[in-house]
């Protein structure tokens, strides 16, 4: 199991993950509890969530990179954090980067469009960009040479994050081997960060409006003294952000035009709003895009970036009718509680209009593309906006099609990334 669960954590679960409310098996000698029951979830992730923090693996795997910053921050470290982050991600505070989001989607459409009629790795291309937005959405600086280098260190990391047989046998306070690949990976890209926020210091104080996410950051008090980040801890939140943002992205950008491609339908009647819309008015994305919007939902409800949330308990509890004891693990997983038969109506077809307005409305306990309780994804609002946008503008300039009728299979891993390099073409619209 060790070695599976380091190349893709997906095929460990088998049919009965499917389709029971809850799953128990032995996990290297306690036990873990797969949820797919929506009031095992509240329980556990929403009204008794303090007895549950993140796991010894997850802390390992990307304590390297994000260090002190808010996503491993647990107790009363976590609450003040969150305290002061929330008034940056507010939709008032992310709404004014919505132009810079477009202006950057249309630059770097504008040199895919000297592509057009070629394979691509669609991958590559929506990291790139996703990349771009990240850096210059915090920095407000131009990404054209940081970005590649900063996918460079990206990847690096990602290379050496995913669970190890390293990891799952030997205890947590024994550094293992991969534990040395994946500081020297973070410490390279420490250092680039610490250079990026040096630069951007540079520029001076922000004027009244913040320009990006690092004056929000920089203008962020801990509410207990009023006092700001310290240097390291900033640079730990820049790089939660970052990653979290650009790659959660990235992948759900990939996956929604992937099913586009296999969709031509749905990919004319996307394409069709998007060349009708007159630009963003400000106004809720939903509502000025309701099919993009309902693509891109019904996209991370089949391949939800973030596919597995994992808690270890504190204390003993009850989970239904199972006693959970100190130690035992649980895991909560998108990809296989949004396919669960007895929640969605053929869960496994590409259906937007699931998500279309006058749809009933889903339960928000059994679609969490972002999580669930107080430690939901802070950046959600921030992400979607970022997808629906580039969606938008991809759909208005391009239509997308596969070169190959080879499957694209997802691997878990710490995000839902392609199992192999997928070449699509890009055809020219306007």
């Not at 929330?86 to 709404?95: E, I, N």
């Not at 962020?220 to 790659?247: C, N, W, Y």
């Not at 990939?254 to 031509?264: I, Y």
Request: proline share 8%; glycine share 6%.
């Amino acid at each position: 199991m060790a070695f599976t669960l380091g190349r893709n954590v997906l095929s460990v679960w088998g049919e009965e993950s499917y389709r029971r409310e809850i799953v128990s098996s032995p996990f290297f000698g306690v036990t873990s509890f797969t949820l797919n029951d929506p009031e095992a979830i509240r329980h556990v992730f929403v009204d008794n969530h303090e007895a549950y923090v993140r796991t010894s693996i997850t802390r390992r795997m990307l304590k390297p990179m994000l260090g002190r910053g808010l996503f491993l921050a647990e107790g009363e470290d976590w609450r003040h954090q969150r305290r002061a982050l929330a008034p940056a991600f507010t939709p008032r505070a992310m709404d004014p980067l919505r132009p810079l989001m477009t202006r950057i989607a249309q630059e770097r459409l504008d040199q895919l469009a000297r592509r057009t009629g070629r394979p691509i790795d669609l991958f590559e291309q929506t990291q790139r960009l996703t990349l771009e937005i990240a850096g210059r959405t915090m920095f407000s600086m131009e990404m054209t040479d940081r970005a590649e280098r900063m996918r460079a260190l990206v990847d690096g990391y990602a290379a050496r994050v995913g669970p190890s047989v390293f990891d799952l046998v030997l205890p947590a306070n024994m550094p293992n081997p991969t534990d040395l690949r994946r500081g020297m990976a973070a410490n390279r890209f420490k250092a680039f960060i610490e250079e990026m926020i040096a630069e951007r210091a540079a520029a001076g104080p922000a004027p009244d409006v913040a320009r990006d996410l690092c004056d929000l950051l920089l203008a962020a008090r801990d509410p207990r003294d009023g006092s700001p980040f310290d240097k390291e801890m900033l640079r730990d939140q820049v790089s939660t952000m970052i990653l979290a943002g650009h790659e959660t992205t990235a992948v759900a950008l990939f996956w929604t035009l992937l099913l586009l491609s296999l969709s031509p339908g749905h990919q004319e009647e996307a394409a069709a709003e998007a060349v009708a819309w007159s630009g963003d008015d400000g106004t809720p994305l939903p509502a000025q895009l309701p099919v993009i919007h309902a693509v891109a939902s019904e996209a991370m409800r089949l391949y939800p970036p973030a596919f597995l949330v994992t808690r270890v308990a504190t204390k003993p509890d009850r989970i239904g009718a199972h006693a959970v004891s100190p130690g035992d693990m649980i895991n909560v997983s998108p990809w296989l509680l949004h396919r669960q038969e007895r929640l969605w109506a053929d869960p496994h077809a590409f259906d937007p209009r699931r998500f279309m307005p006058g749809a009933p409305p889903i339960d928000r306990l059994v679609y969490l593309p972002f999580g669930i309780g107080p430690r939901i994804c802070i950046g959600a609002h921030f992400a979607t906006t970022e997808l629906v946008l580039v969606l938008a503008e991809w759909l208005k300039r391009f239509r997308v099609e596969r070169t190959d009728d080879r499957p694209v299979m997802p691997v878990g891993t710490v995000t839902l990334r392609p199992d192999h390099l997928a070449r699509f073409r890009l055809h020219a619209r306007m």
